[in-house]
């Protein structure tokens, strides 16, 4: 890797992420513990998280390079230890930060879905099409679709997207939308049937994909609990809203305590800080196959 670190400037802080820029081409990314419901960022981190995250879509990213050309540079190298010093950042930060190639965003996000579930049932059931594409009568909450379907939204600053139809994101985004629906669906067909091997159903997920040196490639964070709908095969049943391998219990306690989602939100109690770690450690382990790392848990 050619890249030299000058000067590391921060410029961005997402719901989930801290932005660097190295050089212009380059930017490190640094996956923080925080968790967002409803959009709103919550007081409490869920320590580890950000390790599943970065690691999770670090897994899929390796997976799919055969299929997509993707933002990762790296997130081994000697050069991330070398940038957290730079930065001033503890060493354990290691296994939340990659360095990626630096895209130009495509302003949509590209959303499969294979089950009825969240927006996509909400809007279901009230005119029978997701996103413009008409479906079958008669669908049920959590049901499989015939075949996976290509459900654009917009990418909004205040976190409300809206899904929109797939000639409103061709203006978005020009012609390039035939290659990322190509591409979007390509990489759920894959993950769905490894994750299927594994008991896990990947209801709908969202990737994001940007362009470097003229060149589509994938970006962001890849099949993570925070970007799809994951199940448990043995939890689906048609009809219910099946628990999902993320932040499940925060919302349930969240919906619980009668928040109207707006902020000020309430204090997390520390069971389920501990009970939604639990739940993103367990699918880090189920979708990689891989142990869970054998030091303590680290805050950031
Ligand atoms: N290779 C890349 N080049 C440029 N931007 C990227 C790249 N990969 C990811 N991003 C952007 O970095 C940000 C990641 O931060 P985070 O996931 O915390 O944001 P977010 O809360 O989803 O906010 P946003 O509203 O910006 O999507 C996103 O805006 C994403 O589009
Ligand atoms: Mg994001």
């Known amino acids: 890797m050619s890249l030299q670190i000058k000067k590391v400037e921060h410029i961005a802080s997402g719901k ?26 919550l007081h409490e981190q869920i320590p580890d998280k950000g390790r599943v995250l970065n690691q999770l879509s670090l897994f899929w990213t390796e997976m799919f390079s055969s299929i997509t ?4 540079m790296t997130a081994t190298n000697q050069k991330i230890t070398t ?28 959303i499969v879905r294979s089950y009825l579930a969240g927006s996509a049932w ?9 996103a413009g ?9 959590a049901e499989k679709l015939p075949h996976p379907i290509f459900t654009p939204s917009t990418k909004s600053k205040d976190g409300h997207d809206q899904n929109i139809t797939f000639e409103e994101a061709r203006r978005l985004v020009g012609d390039a ?30 990737f994001e994909f940007g362009i470097v040196d003229g060149q589509i490639v994938l970006a962001d964070e890849v099949l993570t609990p925070d970007s799809s709908r994951f199940w448990y095969e043995k939890d689906w049943l048609l009809g219910t809203n099946p628990p999902s391998l993320d932040k499940q219990f925060v919302r349930d306690w969240l919906d619980a305590s009668g928040w109207n989602h707006t902020p000020p939100p309430p204090k997390l109690p520390n069971e389920i800080i501990q009970a939604t ?3 993103y450690i367990e699918a880090y382990k189920v979708l990689t196959g891989k142990p869970w790392f054998k030091d303590d848990i680290k805050e950031s």
């Open 83 to 110: 940038l957290l010093a730079e930065l001033g950042k503890p060493s354990w930060l290691q296994d939340r930060t990659m360095i990626v190639r630096r895209a130009e965003m495509f302003p949509i996000e590209c």
């Open 122 to 130: 909400r809007e279901y059931a009230a005119n029978g099409q997701i």
């Open 277 to 279: 770690r639990m739940r």
């Open 69 to 72: 050309s993707t933002h990762l």
């Open 16 to 41: 989930v992420r801290e932005i660097y820029a190295l050089d212009d081409k380059h930017l490190a990314i640094i996956t923080t513990d925080r968790i967002s419901a409803y959009d709103v960022v």
């Open 133 to 141: 594409l008409k479906l079958p009568k008669g669908l049920q909450l």
């Open 177 to 206: 939308i035939d290659e990322l629906a190509r591409i979007s669906l390509e990489l759920y067909i894959q993950a769905a049937s490894y994750a299927e091997a594994r008991g896990v159903i990947i209801a709908d997920t969202k």
